[in-house]
């Protein structure tokens, strides 16, 4: 099950769910009702599928609050094709593997498994081949 | 505008203090404040108090332990820079002739590691993104990417704070380190190591402000900015943001704004308190704060005009690197240290003839605060 309803579609292939103002055309992450850039009230819903470029990364070494998957884990901010820049896990672990601009695609990746038994999945972003 | 006097300042040491209540280190600060501020029972008109973590009434827990209650008390949480939020109102009471004396104190009893804030939601939390000095290394590798900023720059951040620490009693930590044995510890998030993040603690400050006459400190100004939307690694803590990097960051916002109001720009500047939650954060507020053009934090660091005998002191309290960091108490702990900088009381970390000096904050919200204190 996805860590929230909404954030993106599982696919194949998989995608975020933004929100692109028809007002000022920019595109947001996750999908608001409101343009956080200029208020509008006319956001439509776009799927974001990448691939993407690499803009920051770094590996998380100890778990955040909150958190009960595995660490290390790549984090980091893939910027897109239609103007945004979205912060996500990376699939990469070691930031010496990774390089700034390279090309990332969207993934869908396990966190965890819930008291449910059911596989808790995200969002993240994969070195492209 | 009236004149803003600093009347008096007080601290309760930062640190860990398992024995000693929110309430209790606020007493002590407020009380050190008022007592050189010559001012007790019925002297001020209202109290300011700045937290996040202290919880309901934080401030008036303390003023009712004091036995001081009565007046308007306003708790102000704003992240990291929720003392300067509590400053800043302070300071419009008084300059607007609502007041002529006013009580702002922060207070602050963090658990030890990476804080938990409310801020995230619980998805963001599940999915490792609740990450808060994962944030500040994405900041720090892009910094070093912009600004030619390396490894060993921020290590000789933490080196030069912690050299000004070791000088300031009320610091939590007070032993000078090494450049090797700074890089030498715990890999947090690459590339910024343990000793590079500032330590979450414990702590108060307090501030008495007056309606003045011009002849002691003056707050030339006091400012608070929020973000504007776009930059991803805002201290806004955004899931995304747009590809323009020219989006004003609030420290700048927030900068602009004191020097314009008080009349002053970065040249005039004796001495900086600065948010130095991690290390690259010291660096990337030279250049917002316009210490030195874009770009250029390395090359200012590397001139030794931000340690103590140069030319722009930054941080000579040691920092947050030093002294930890009490959210609602940091901003007037550095506003405290600045005071007693101006006043030429800070013995062996004094800056010699200081005359104008800045404090600035800045933190999740995003809020950032820039206070301007003269003599």
Same mark, same amino acid.
């Given at each position: 099950?996805?860590?929230?309803?909404?954030?993106?579609?599982?696919?194949?292939?998989?995608?975020?769910?933004?929100?692109?103002?028809?007002?000022?055309?920019?595109?947001? !992450?996750?999908?608001?009702?409101?343009?956080?850039?200029?208020?509008?009230?006319?956001?439509? *819903?776009?799927?974001?599928? %990448?691939? %993407?470029?690499?803009?920051? !990364?770094?590996?998380?070494?100890?778990?955040?609050?909150?958190?009960?998957?595995?660490?290390?884990?790549?984090?980091?901010?893939?910027?897109?094709? *239609?103007?945004?820049?979205?912060?996500?896990?990376?699939?990469?672990?070691?930031?010496?593997?990774?390089?700034?601009? *390279?090309?990332?695609?969207?993934?869908?990746?396990?966190?965890?498994?819930? *008291?449910?038994?059911?596989?808790?999945?995200?969002?993240?972003?994969?070195?492209?081949? | 505008? $009236?004149?803003?006097? +600093?009347?008096?300042? &007080?601290?309760?040491?930062?640190?860990?203090?398992?024995?000693?209540?929110?309430?209790?280190?606020?007493?002590?600060?407020?009380?050190?404040?008022?007592?050189?501020? #010559?001012?007790?029972?019925?002297?001020? /008109?209202?109290?300011?108090?700045?937290?996040?973590?202290?919880?309901?009434? @934080?401030?008036?827990?303390?003023?009712?332990?004091?036995?001081?209650?009565?007046?308007?008390?306003?708790?102000? #949480?704003?992240?990291?820079?929720?003392?300067?939020?509590?400053?800043?109102?302070?300071?419009?009471?008084?300059?607007?002739? /609502?007041?002529?004396?006013?009580?702002?104190?922060?207070?602050?009893?963090?658990?030890?590691?990476?804080?938990?804030?409310?801020?995230?939601?619980?998805?963001? #939390?599940?999915?490792?993104?609740?990450?808060?000095?994962?944030?500040?290394?994405?900041?720090?590798?892009?910094?070093?990417?912009?600004?030619?900023?390396?490894?060993?720059?921020?290590?000789?951040?933490?080196?030069?704070?912690?050299?000004? &620490?070791?000088?300031?009693?009320?610091?939590?930590?007070?032993?000078?380190?090494?450049?090797?044995?700074?890089?030498?510890?715990?890999?947090? @998030?690459?590339?910024?190591?343990?000793?590079?993040?500032?330590?979450?603690? #414990?702590?108060?400050?307090?501030?008495?402000?007056?309606?003045? =006459?011009?002849? $002691?400190?003056?707050?030339?100004?006091?400012?608070?900015?929020?973000?504007?939307?776009?930059?991803?690694?805002?201290?806004?803590?955004?899931?995304?943001?747009?590809?323009?990097?020219?989006?004003?960051?609030?420290?700048?916002?927030?900068?602009?704004?004191?020097?314009?109001?008080?009349?002053?720009?970065?040249?005039?500047?004796?001495?900086?308190? @600065? /948010?130095?939650?991690?290390?690259?954060?010291?660096?990337?507020?030279?250049?917002?704060?316009?210490? @030195?053009?874009?770009?250029?934090?390395?090359?200012?660091?590397?001139?030794?005009?931000? =340690?103590?005998?140069?030319?722009?002191?930054?941080?000579?309290?040691?920092?947050?690197?030093?002294?930890?960091?009490?959210?609602?108490?940091?901003?007037?702990?550095?506003?405290?240290?600045?005071?007693? /900088?101006?006043?030429?009381?800070?013995?062996?970390?004094?800056?010699? $003839?200081?005359?104008?000096?800045?404090?600035? =904050? +800045?933190?999740?919200?995003?809020?950032?605060?820039?206070?301007?204190?003269?003599?």
């Amino acid at each position: 099950m996805p860590v929230r309803h909404g954030l993106f579609v599982e696919g194949p292939p998989p995608a975020l769910v933004c929100g692109r103002c028809g007002t000022c055309a920019k595109v947001h !992450f996750p999908r608001a009702l409101l343009c956080p850039y200029c208020s509008a009230d006319t956001v439509d *819903e776009v799927h974001v599928r %990448g691939p %993407g470029t690499l803009w920051a !990364f770094t590996a998380v070494t100890a778990p955040p609050p909150g958190y009960a998957g595995d660490v290390p884990y790549g984090f980091g901010v893939v910027e897109l094709p *239609e103007g945004v820049r979205v912060v996500a896990r990376i699939t990469e672990s070691d930031p010496a593997a990774l390089s700034l601009d *390279e090309s990332m695609e969207l993934v869908v990746v396990a966190l965890h498994t819930d *008291e449910l038994g059911r596989s808790v999945v995200t969002y993240a972003f994969a070195p492209g081949s | 505008m $009236g004149v803003v006097e +600093v009347a008096g300042v &007080g601290m309760h040491p930062f640190g860990r203090h398992p024995d000693t209540s929110t309430t209790d280190m606020g007493v002590v600060a407020v009380r050190a404040a008022l007592a050189e501020a #010559e001012v007790g029972r019925g002297g001020f /008109q209202a109290a300011f108090c700045g937290t996040a973590y202290g919880g309901v009434a @934080c401030g008036h827990k303390v003023l009712g332990a004091l036995g001081m209650t009565g007046m308007p008390i306003v708790d102000v #949480e704003a992240g990291c820079a929720s003392g300067g939020a509590a400053l800043q109102l302070a300071a419009s009471a008084i300059s607007s002739g /609502q007041h002529d004396c006013v009580v702002v104190f922060g207070v602050e009893k963090m658990p030890r590691g990476i804080i938990r804030s409310s801020f995230f939601d619980p998805w963001q #939390e599940e999915a490792g993104l609740a990450a808060t000095p994962g944030y500040f290394a994405l900041r720090a590798m892009r910094l070093m990417h912009t600004s030619g900023v390396t490894k060993d720059h921020l290590a000789a951040v933490v080196v030069k704070n912690r050299r000004h &620490g070791a000088e300031n009693p009320d610091a939590m930590f007070r032993s000078e380190v090494t450049a090797a044995e700074v890089l030498e510890s715990r890999l947090v @998030c690459e590339p910024l190591h343990l000793w590079m993040l500032c330590s979450p603690n #414990e702590g108060a400050a307090a501030v008495v402000l007056r309606a003045g =006459t011009g002849t $002691g400190v003056r707050l030339a100004s006091a400012v608070l900015r929020s973000h504007l939307p776009g930059s991803v690694l805002s201290e806004s803590t955004p899931m995304s943001g747009l590809t323009d990097d020219a989006v004003v960051p609030p420290t700048t916002l927030a900068a602009r704004d004191a020097f314009q109001e008080s009349g002053l720009g970065p040249e005039d500047l004796d001495v900086v308190e @600065c /948010q130095d939650t991690d290390a690259a954060r010291e660096l990337l507020s030279y250049e917002e704060l316009g210490l @030195c053009p874009a770009g250029g934090s390395a090359e200012l660091l590397e001139s030794g005009a931000t =340690t103590l005998g140069g030319r722009l002191p930054v941080n000579p309290s040691g920092g947050l690197l030093s002294k930890g960091e009490p959210l609602g108490a940091s901003a007037l702990g550095q506003v405290v240290e600045l005071v007693r /900088q101006l006043r030429d009381e800070c013995g062996s970390r004094q800056v010699p $003839g200081a005359r104008t000096a800045l404090s600035h =904050t +800045v933190g999740r919200g995003a809020n950032a605060g820039v206070v301007v204190l003269q003599r």
